[in-house]
């Protein structure tokens, strides 16, 4: 890539970066141990006390999709420097923010066993409780404070792109799909992909993280003052609201990699195109209000927005089999695509990306939704993307930046091993969730009807063989770190 | 009812096996000669209006055909059908304990402390119907039982520490 950086700001900029990726993978590891064990106690191979598991599993939720957010934004943020100018103090701020609100919830998981899931949903927090009051004012407090962060991502980002582009009109492309004719002799040109998934990030990132505040501040108030009700439907609609979107959102941050990196394996180009900046704007409107679906069965819930939710849902699938993955397709179809870690990473993450979508698709069909709303299909579809897609897309670009500066690869063997791990391995954990839905076995059980405990064991089996792959993969990536190291020394 | 999710796990494996096919086979086709990429992107743009085509009449028929199966239907039976009130709680529910077959009934669902779901497994041990039992809201679930037995209620949104164990039965007759 060109970039008018020097080398100075550069080495500024991957610093910020690596900053994020390192504390993201390092909250990922942890968290899979625990996922691990979850599912290790679903098959009865080891035994937890409930209030353990489902601690644990609170933990595991929020903590993972932090993780996987963290990584999205600092491989982000380098990608929108390389474009722009942007305050590194700021991103560290906002970093110093989310890593402050992630110990606030370890020691409200660990210290004070917490445990009404990541998705708080009001009364849950203050109700039947195990845990101290004080544990659930540090878990509210926490994910503010990561919230904060996320938003002070966001906002700078909003602001560097308007700038960049010259407001909603130019970082939208709207002159640029209206008027393409004008536009194009002018001799502009619109903003490249990733500038799209930054704009959608932030703007999403900036209205959900507000009503993530709205209903967090709602229950800080709850819990100082307990003589302030909520009403149950209003919180359900701002948790939801908020909770897709952050998880959502990671995708579409993590996607910008594929969009810069793919081209290079394969030695294209690629540009923004009408169909992409169209697509973007559908994006943008979906990820708000494809929330909906998780209201399906609250029957009081006003009845439009079913039907909403039933169609921005399926609307949200269009932009990225049309546009984002289609386009991916026609770059690597018959090109001179260099395989390796990276690029695996980066082609796999699109499969995952897909078939979890397909899987969510079917599911956030109404009447399908009644048969699977709340069982093991959930979590199942999920993975698919976020295990198989998110993780995969953030460990290729991870990859691609070793590799170009290591100016090494890893060997073929390495690649069919994790290859083999990650699809294999991670295919029938996730197989085993999907099984279990379809047998209407509930999610978010410690101890599952049949045939939920043996469905857990083949996937901690999954498990394990994915565990090995991703053992290679951190010994790999040590070894192109160290061999850039010595080049640049 | 009950094949309903055989059929989905069925569509889905297929689905997610043709997608992995497909896209396998991209990928191994850069094994191959190359092509230019003004070739490979005029041919893939021509096959894009195809592909968005096929999209989105699959995504229209889907929609329409879904819609007159949302299990919504609850304001329009109300007052005609038998009605029987459902209250969850941590960590119970409190039900009727039979109820008619081959009449419409409708379930009156809600909940005292946290959010619930109200789940329910037919005989055989399939999920049939559920519907959210949430405080301060009654939402009304339409059943129509053909075929009787023992029907097993579990709590479908987690509640607690024995959420796993939130578990009764009613009788179909
Ligand atoms: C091999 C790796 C992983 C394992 C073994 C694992 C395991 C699990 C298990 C057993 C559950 C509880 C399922 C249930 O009974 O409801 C769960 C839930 C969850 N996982 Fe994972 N997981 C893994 C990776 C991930 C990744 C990569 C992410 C996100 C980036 C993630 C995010 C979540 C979330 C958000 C939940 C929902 C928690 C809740 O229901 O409150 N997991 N996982
Ligand atoms: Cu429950």
Request: with cysteine.
């Amino acid at each position: 890539m060109t970039t008018t950086l020097d080398p100075r700001e550069l080495s500024a900029a991957r610093r910020v970066m690596w900053t994020y990726l390192i504390t993201g993978f390092a909250i990922f590891a942890l968290m899979i141990l625990i996922g691990f064990s979850m599912r290790m106690e679903q098959a009865g191979w080891i035994a937890y006390a409930p209030q353990t598991f489902y601690s644990l599993m609170t933990l595991h939720g929020i903590g993972m999709i932090t993780a996987v957010a963290v990584a999205s934004m600092g491989e982000l943020w380098y990608l929108m420097r390389l474009e722009t100018v942007l305050d590194e103090r700021l991103a560290y701020w906002a970093w110093g923010f989310i890593v402050a609100g992630a110990i606030a919830v370890v020691i409200s998981v660990l210290a004070g066993q917490f445990g009404a899931a990541w998705t708080f949903l009001y009364p849950l927090p203050f109700v039947g409780t195990w845990w101290p009051s004080w544990a659930t004012g540090f878990y509210l407090i926490g994910v503010a404070l990561v919230t904060i962060g996320w938003m002070m991502w966001c906002t700078q980002m909003l602001g560097c792109v308007l700038s960049r582009y010259g407001g909603f009109r130019g970082a939208l492309g709207w002159d640029y799909v209206f008027h393409r004719r004008a536009f194009e002799q002018s001799g502009r040109t619109p903003p490249p992909p990733q500038a799209y998934a930054a704009l959608v990030a932030a703007v999403d990132g900036v209205l959900t993280g507000t009503i993530g505040m709205i209903i967090g501040v709602a229950l800080i108030v709850h819990w100082i003052s307990p003589s302030v009700v909520i009403d149950p439907l209003w919180a359900k609609n701002l948790t939801y609201f908020f909770g897709h979107a952050f998880a959502n959102l990671t995708i579409y941050m993590a996607v910008a990699g594929v969009y810069v990196g793919m081209p290079r394996y394969a030695d294209r180009e690629y540009h923004t195109s009408v169909a992409l900046a169209v697509a973007w704007w559908g994006t943008l409107v979906f990820v708000a209000i494809a929330y909906f679906h998780h209201l399906y069965m609250d029957f009081v819930q006003i009845r439009a927005l079913q039907y909403i939710g039933e169609a921005a849902s399926y609307l949200s699938s269009i932009p990225t089999a049309l546009v984002t993955v289609y386009g991916s397709l026609m770059l690597v179809y018959r090109s001179r695509m260099r395989w390796s870690l990276g690029s695996l990473f980066m082609f796999g993450g699109l499969v995952g990306w897909i078939v979890g979508g397909f899987g969510a698709v079917l599911d956030a069909t109404i009447p399908i939704n009644s048969d699977l709303h709340n069982t093991l299909w959930v979590p199942a579809h999920f993975h698919t993307y976020l295990l198989e897609g998110v993780v995969l897309f953030v460990l290729g670009w991870t990859f691609m930046m070793l590799e170009e500066r290591s100016g090494s690869i890893s060997s073929a063997a390495v690649r069919w091993l994790v290859g083999l791990g990650f699809f294999g391995g991670g295919g029938l954990f996730l197989l085993g969730f999907y099984i279990a839905g379809a047998e209407g076995v509930p999610r978010r059980y410690a101890v599952q009807p049949a045939p939920g405990p043996e469905l857990s064991g083949l996937a901690s089996v999954g498990v394990i063989i994915l565990l090995i792959a991703l053992v290679i993969v951190l010994v790999e990536a040590i070894r192109l770190a160290a061999i850039a190291r010595r080049r640049t020394a | 009812m009950a094949e309903t999710t055989t059929i989905v796990l069925v569509v889905f494996l297929i689905g997610a096996g043709c997608i992995i096919a497909f896209m396998t086979a991209v990928a191994l086709s850069s094994l191959g000669k190359p092509l230019p990429q003004a070739e490979v992107s005029r041919m893939g743009y021509a096959a894009r209006k195809w592909w968005a085509r096929i999209l989105g009449v699959a995504v229209i028929i889907a929609f329409a055909v879904s819609v007159p199966w949302f299990p919504y239907s609850g304001a329009k039976v109300l007052g005609s059908e038998q009605h029987f009130k459902v209250v969850a709680q941590q960590f119970s529910f409190t039900l009727p304990p039979s109820v008619p077959s081959k009449t419409p009934i409708v379930f009156d669902v809600t909940a005292t402390d946290v959010n619930h779901g109200f789940g329910i497994y037919d005989p055989a041990g399939k999920l049939v119907a559920q519907v959210q039992a949430m405080p301060d809201y009654v939402n009304h679930l339409r059943v129509d039982f053909t075929t009787p037995g023992k029907y097993v209620v579990r709590c479908l949104e987690y509640c607690g520490v024995a959420h796993a164990q939130m578990q009764s039965s009613f009788e179909v007759q």
